[in-house]
């Protein structure tokens, strides 16, 4: 299993400003996640954290607006760059462990909840 | 990605068995099926997952029917602390981040 820890919890930042969230995990891990979820909704994935190059974005979500690093196998940050109020969401970071086998699980972090004035 | 359906809410008393469904008739013969549940303020968290064959653990029971199409999450006792969202996802297999749907909000009542 994993332990993991997301900084800050919540924050409330204007608009035009930027946030950095860090996902800190206990133990080196695989894949790195980050996903959003807007009031109400469920879980949209962002990106893929890779380890030692660019992350992979999905569909919808860009670089310039969601910059994300991953130095090692336990760390990564998701900033949240010129926010709109659009921007108030949770964001969530997972990993998981990949050894033997397929259809392992994955391990959520608490969550950042941040909202744009 | 293979989509599933889940009804959007359901209601339990405590202490009685409760059967979550999800249809997937578009799964794939390498999707495997994974249960996760979100509590409320809290980060999803994994609850079982299966290929082929029903899989037990201490949480919970996963059925699948035998064509694949459907699958039934199934809590044994509910309590009140099993009140969440729970959601069916297929995945390829390991690596591959996780496609939410609405998911299936539960209600436990005592």
């Known amino acids: 299993s994993a332990v993991i820890s997301q900084k800050p919890s919540r924050d409330i930042c204007q608009r035009g400003t930027s946030l950095t969230i860090q996902c800190q995990v206990d133990s080196q891990v695989t894949m790195m996640f980050w996903y959003r979820q807007q009031p109400g909704q469920s879980l949209t994935l962002i990106a893929t954290?890779?380890?030692?190059?660019?992350?992979?974005?999905e569909s919808g979500f860009v670089i310039d607006k969601f910059p994300i690093s991953r130095p090692n196998l336990t760390f990564s940050t998701l900033t949240v760059s010129n926010m709109s109020p659009e921007d108030s969401s949770i964001y969530l970071c997972?990993?998981?462990?990949?050894?033997?086998?397929?259809?392992?699980?994955?391990?959520f972090g608490p969550g950042t909840r941040l909202t744009v004035t | 990605d293979a989509k599933t359906t889940q009804p959007n809410s359901m209601e339990s008393n405590e202490e009685e068995p409760v059967h979550l469904p999800c249809n997937h008739s578009?799964?794939?013969?390498?999707?495997?099926i994974h249960w996760y549940r979100q509590l409320p303020s809290q980060g999803p968290e994994y609850v079982i997952h299966g290929l082929t064959s029903n899989v037990n653990n201490r949480m919970a029971s996963l059925a699948i029917a035998e064509d694949r199409k459907s699958s039934t999450l199934i809590l044994h006792r509910a309590t009140l602390r099993d009140a969440a969202v729970y959601y069916c996802?297929?995945?390829?297999?390991?690596?591959?981040?996780?496609?939410f749907g609405k998911g299936t909000s539960l209600l436990v009542t005592p």
């Open positions: 578009t799964i794939s013969g390498t999707d495997y």
């Open positions: 954290a890779n380890q030692g190059s660019e992350a992979t974005y």
């Open positions: 996802i297929l995945r390829e297999g390991s690596g591959y981040a996780l496609n």
């Open positions: 997972s990993v998981e462990f990949i050894g033997s086998g397929n259809g392992n699980e994955q391990y």
